[in-house]
């Protein structure tokens, strides 16, 4: 069974620099056959789609974000990561690593997520 | 980026009726090549993650109970849970993978009258 769970500090300071890893089991990451993304979700929110990354390294991020976004690929260690840049509290959110299915290289839907983790932008 | 509004915000329920969750498309996602519409629904109970329940607007995933259904096309679905049970009090979203970036609507929550 194929499991993900996001990591990272829990709060970070504005204008800092936010970073998730997402720790994949129970499959490879190296697979053709799917995308690796990340969702967010502010407090009392709907979601909203941030980024993928592809098993080559290949990353495709929301324009809304895209100027401070990296998302990278770890294959060896079966783990994907995010880092946002310049956090403000617009930023706070719980954050959850997805597997998607894709229909191109950035759509589709997604069938695994992991749990989530909540990051607070704070002095 | 296109926009998924549904309707009702909320919803009460007696156990064992019908709910059905509208959702509207601010633009057409069935594509035309392929003959499917580009729409997810996904359920979420507090303090877990989304859940995927359908694709293709009405495909099931596996595991999914066949009292939850999906329906619609272009720019209207819906998503029906039959005989609903305790276990469905959730929020449920639709979301749009037919134009990047995908897009969910504002959810909808799901209670026992």
Do not use: H
């Not at chain 1, 929110?45 to 993928?52: D, I, Q, R, Y």
């Not at chain 1, 690593?97 to 989530?116: I, K, L």
């Amino acid at each position: 069974q194929l499991q993900l769970q996001e990591s990272g500090p829990g709060l970070v300071k504005p204008s800092e620099t936010l970073s998730l890893t997402c720790i994949v089991s129970g499959g490879p990451i190296s697979t053709d056959t799917y995308y690796w993304d990340w969702i967010r979700q502010p407090p009392g929110k709907g979601l909203e789609w941030v980024a993928t990354v592809y098993n080559s390294g290949a990353t495709y991020y929301n324009p809304s974000l895209r100027s401070r976004l990296t998302t990278s690929v770890d294959t060896a260690k079966n783990r994907f990561s995010l880092k946002v840049t310049s956090v403000t509290a617009a930023d706070t959110a719980v954050y959850y690593c997805a597997r998607r299915r894709p229909t191109t290289v950035t759509t589709g839907y997604f069938d695994y997520w992991g749990q989530g983790a909540l990051v607070t932008v704070s002095s | 980026d296109i926009v998924m509004t549904q309707s009702p915000d909320s919803l009460a329920v007696s156990l064992g009726e019908r709910a059905t969750i509208n959702c509207k498309s601010s633009q057409n996602i069935l594509y035309n090549f392929d003959n499917k519409n580009y729409l997810a629904w996904y359920q979420q109970k507090p303090g877990q993650p989304p859940k995927l329940l359908i694709y293709w607007a009405s495909t099931r995933e596996s595991g999914v109970p066949d009292r939850f259904s999906g329906s619609g096309s272009g720019t209207d679905f819906s998503l029906t849970i039959n005989r609903l049970q305790a276990e469905d009090v959730a929020l449920y979203y639709c979301q749009q993978y037919y134009k990047t970036p995908p897009t969910f609507g504002q959810g909808t929550k799901v209670e026992i009258k």
